[in-house]
């Protein structure tokens, strides 16, 4: 059964740092692209970030593009989010959420961890 | 990477049928095939609905069917139930690896 279990939320001052990690079990892990989605606090989902299943390649929302860096360890069947400079409105629940084998889809997600960038 | 225009929100009574649309462009929706709906609960992981524009993964009932016409996808709910209520958020592909969501759409079951 496919699992994904994210850590590393909490609350970060603005300008500040923080690393979310996703634990994936149940698949082949090294052979999916893996995503992270946010939803701000009564806002909408949002696509955040995306890394091919061998790392190789790495893509962003315009919103995070610079300040963010998404990362994986297919040893450890693991991927990450660095997140940097953060701003109140980075505000939100992140998702890690496993790729599709072909096209464009999300098939299976975690439950969330929560990200506060207050002062 | 303008989100999808969707309803805010849409009703109906049990049995009967609901559509929810999801507006993009050519550079999103209208260029590729790859449209997907999420069901979301308050608390609980995002779950997908529909994939590629048209298609259930297994487990989802019939009931929940996608289209595509032109820069516009959709997502229908026959025979509506209790649990159908939820917020429904499209996605697209959007060209270069990246993705787009929709603003989400919430459903109640009257």
């Known amino acids: 059964q496919v699992q994904l279990l994210e850590s590393g939320g909490g609350v970060v001052q603005p300008g500040g740092s923080l690393t979310l990690s996703c634990a994936a079990s149940g698949f082949n892990f090294k052979n999916y692209g893996m995503h992270w989605v946010r939803q701000a606090p009564g806002k909408g989902l949002e696509w955040v970030a995306f890394?091919?299943?061998?790392?190789?390649?790495?893509y962003y929302a315009d919103s995070v593009k610079g300040r963010f860096t998404i990362s994986r360890d297919n040893f450890r069947d693991a991927h990450y989010l660095q997140m940097s400079s953060l701003r109140p409105e980075d505000t939100a629940i992140y998702y890690c959420?496993?790729?599709?084998?072909?096209?464009?889809?999300?098939?299976?997600w975690g439950q969330g961890t929560l990200v506060t960038v207050s002062s | 990477q303008s989100a999808l225009t969707q309803p805010r929100s849409v009703s109906g009574s049990p049995g009967q049928s609901v559509t929810i649309s999801c507006t993009g462009t050519s550079s999103d929706v209208g260029g590729y095939n790859y449209v997907s709906w999420y069901q979301c609960h308050p608390g609980r992981a995002p779950k997908l609905m529909i994939y590629d524009v048209s298609r259930r993964p297994s487990g989802v009932p019939d009931r929940f069917t996608g289209s595509k016409s032109g820069n516009t996808a959709s997502l229908t709910i026959s025979g509506l139930r209790a649990e159908d209520e939820a917020d429904y958020y499209c996605c697209s592909y959007a060209g270069s690896s990246t993705g787009v969501f929709g603003g989400g759409t919430k459903l109640t079951v009257l």
């Open positions: 890394v091919f299943y061998d790392g190789t390649h790495k």
């Open positions: 959420a496993k790729g599709s084998d072909s096209g464009w889809y999300f098939d299976c």
